[in-house]
């Protein structure tokens, strides 16, 4: 049997507030265009090629019919560059009257950890590797 030549191309958003995710998801520096908030389907484009795209909730039905909302977990982590940038992408995402799941914190596998949610209650993971303890 021969291996699928598969890559990671795209990740898959599908909102009930096209708007809001949107206004989300440039909080944490993904650069979407000003007047998409409005469309059913919106791809951004990310470094190394891979794209996250977002349909409403109508666009998925539009396809298929019986689609419903699911409870199944979706996770995005952005990597940061420091710990601080992860205490300040936190309380700016929370301020902004976004759900915080978990403070941040230095995680014992070594990184300045926090989970927030999206709009949709997605959970996003912000990261920044802590320095080498001596």
Same mark, same amino acid.
């Given at each position: @049997?021969?291996?699928?030549? /598969?890559?990671?191309?795209?990740?898959?958003?599908?909102?009930?507030?096209?708007?809001?995710?949107?206004?989300?998801?440039?909080?944490? !520096?993904?650069?979407?265009? /000003?007047?998409?908030? +409005?469309?059913?389907?919106?791809?951004? !484009?990310?470094?190394? =090629?891979?794209?996250?795209? $977002?349909?409403?909730?109508?666009?998925?039905?539009? $396809?298929?019919?019986?689609?419903?909302?699911?409870?199944?977990? @979706?996770?995005?982590?952005?990597?940061?560059?420091? /710990?601080?940038?992860?205490?300040? /992408?936190?309380?700016?995402?929370?301020?902004?009257?976004? #759900?915080?799941?978990?403070?941040? $914190?230095?995680?014992?596998?070594?990184?300045?950890?926090?989970?927030? #949610?999206?709009?949709?209650?997605? =959970?996003?993971?912000? $990261?920044?590797?802590?320095?080498? +303890?001596?």
């Amino acid at each position: @049997m021969s291996s699928i030549e /598969a890559r990671l191309d795209v990740i898959g958003i599908v909102t009930a507030d096209m708007g809001r995710s949107l206004m989300f998801y440039r909080l944490l !520096g993904l650069a979407v265009p /000003a007047d998409a908030g +409005s469309q059913p389907h919106v791809e951004v !484009g990310l470094p190394g =090629g891979l794209r996250l795209i $977002f349909d409403t909730e109508e666009t998925i039905r539009s $396809f298929h019919s019986d689609w419903r909302p699911g409870t199944g977990r @979706m996770s995005l982590a952005f990597r940061l560059p420091d /710990a601080a940038a992860v205490d300040a /992408a936190y309380a700016q995402v929370t301020a902004a009257g976004h #759900h915080g799941e978990l403070a941040p $914190f230095d995680a014992f596998w070594g990184q300045r950890y926090a989970v927030v #949610h999206d709009p949709d209650g997605n =959970g996003v993971d912000l $990261f920044a590797p802590l320095p080498a +303890s001596s």
